[in-house]
């Protein structure tokens, strides 16, 4: 499931240590083409960063839209699936359902129309890794977290967003991510 992920982070890793071994032998050797290209190439990497954040800050529908497009294909607590995995530890680790709400998902059926176990079949309005309480254990707990429209707070985390969730968690408290930033900048 992480192979994808591992295979960039080992290409990135030979990347980083090729640039470092060109630094050193151009800053050993004192070649000053190989120490001006080193500089050129960290100046530019630095520059691409700050655009980045700078994007992340000002502009984050360019992480949203693709995120939403992407549950189409969600098929619920049962997809096997890697998006479907992912949203599932997702949503549920963080109590949270969709990018911005359930109604992220109205656009995918693959959740819809489900078996659940014992209790029989069921066609849901929200996907059950929404429930706050997992796995529900009757049909009654499973019509009031992940059926019933409206939402029930105390049920569900239909109308929570992932996005904002984890934008606050991470750069949401702009003066602690911009020191951060800032210090790995300049440390850079």
């Not at 990497?45 to 839209?65: H, S």
């Not at 098929?75 to 949503?91: A, E, F, Q, R």
């Amino acid at each position: 499931m992480l192979m994808s992920l591992s295979i960039g982070m080992i290409v990135g890793g030979i990347v980083l240590v090729a640039l470092t071994i060109f630094g050193c032998c151009g800053g050993c050797y004192k070649v000053k083409c190989m120490l001006f290209l080193y500089g050129i190439i960290l100046l530019v990497l630095l520059v691409a960063q700050i655009i980045v954040i700078g994007l992340l800050y000002g502009k984050n529908d360019i992480i949203k839209q693709p995120l939403k497009d992407g549950l189409k294909d969600y098929k619920g607590l049962s997809g096997t699936d890697l998006l479907s995995v992912g949203w599932n530890i997702v949503m549920i680790q963080f109590q949270c359902c969709g990018v911005d709400s359930y109604k992220d998902f109205n656009d995918g059926n693959g959740w819809k129309n489900i078996k659940y176990g014992t209790l029989g079949a069921f066609s849901l309005d929200s996907p059950i890794a929404c429930c706050k309480t997992l796995p529900p254990t009757s049909a009654s707990d499973l019509n009031d977290c992940a059926k019933k429209i409206p939402i029930d707070e105390t049920k569900s985390n239909g109308n929570t967003g992932c996005f904002k969730v984890i934008w606050d968690m991470s750069l949401g408290n702009i003066s602690l991510s911009v020191s951060i930033l800032v210090a790995c900048g300049v440390f850079q």
